[in-house]
T-cell receptor, first 116, second 109 residues
Framework: GAVVSQHPSRVICKSGTSVKIECRSLDFQATTMFWYRQFPKQSLMLMATSNEGSKATYEQGVEKDKFLINHASLTLSTLTVTSAHPEDSSFYIC????????????FGPGTRLTVL | GENVEQHPSTLSVQEGDSAVIKCTYS??????FPWYKQELGKRPQLIIDIRSNVGEKKDQRIAVTLNKTAKHFSLHITETQPEDSAVYFC????????FGQGTILTVHP
């Protein structure tokens, strides 16, 4: 299957700082990538859909100015959590379909963000 | 938007028994229904999926059934093993993937 990587796997930052998380498709091109957030013992919640070469589509209740998404190439999408606060501490996971018509999504390994 | 309900939230079985997890969805346009297994701190792993033109699919010990009329689908695991212990999520997709709340499955040796 297709491989999606994320970096970093874990990050700890101070409140008020910004953190960038990278999501890469290693062996395929992804015109669309998805960003999810998962709080402890909860389900995955879609935050936004990242579209290569255009603006991301954000889900209701997700602040686009706080969670900046850039999808500058067909293999890389980045999520920047700006002015992070402790309530942003979560597991962030990206995913991508192997091709635009595919049903199956391939998930990255996730990034554990802890904001002190 | 789509709403996916999953039950039970926890399920405890003895090794060798069967486990069944059920989900309902709200959007009749949903046409793809994957099931994921997630271990602590890891990414979700696709274990089986079904499309709306199929009523049942089986892969060794795992099977999924879909009732489009009733808008529900179920995961069946037979001959459970301790290594099946994990959190299982159902999902439904119309335009985007919506996950159920998850089921913590514990298989006791």
């Amino acid at each position: 299957g297709a491989v999606v990587s994320q970096h970093p796997s874990r990050v700890i930052c101070k409140s008020g700082t910004s953190v960038k998380i990278e999501c890469r498709s290693l062996d395929f091109q992804a015109t669309t990538m998805f960003w999810y957030r998962q709080f402890p013992k909860q389900s995955l919640m879609l935050m936004a859909t990242s579209n290569e070469g255009s603006k991301a589509t954000y889900e209701q209740g997700v602040e686009k100015d706080k969670f900046l998404i850039n999808h500058a190439s067909l293999t890389l999408s980045t999520l920047t959590v700006t002015s992070a606060h402790p309530e942003d501490s979560s597991f962030y996971i990206c995913s991508a379909p192997a091709n635009p018509n595919a049903d199956e999504q391939f998930f990255g390994p996730g990034t554990r963000l802890t904001v002190l | 938007g789509e709403n996916v309900e999953q039950h039970p939230s926890t399920l405890s079985v003895q090794e060798g028994d069967s486990a069944v997890i059920k989900c309902t969805y709200s959007d009749s346009a949903s046409n793809y229904f994957p099931w994921y297994k997630q271990e602590l701190g890891k990414r979700p792993q696709l274990i089986i999926d079904i499309r709306s033109n199929v009523g049942e699919k089986k892969d060794q010990r795992i099977a999924v059934t879909l009732n489009k009329t009733a808008k529900h689908f179920s995961l069946h695991i037979t001959e459970t093993q301790p290594e099946d212990s994990a959190v299982y999520f159902c999902a439904a997709r119309a335009l985007k993937l919506t996950f159920g709340q998850g089921t913590i499955l514990t298989v006791h040796p």
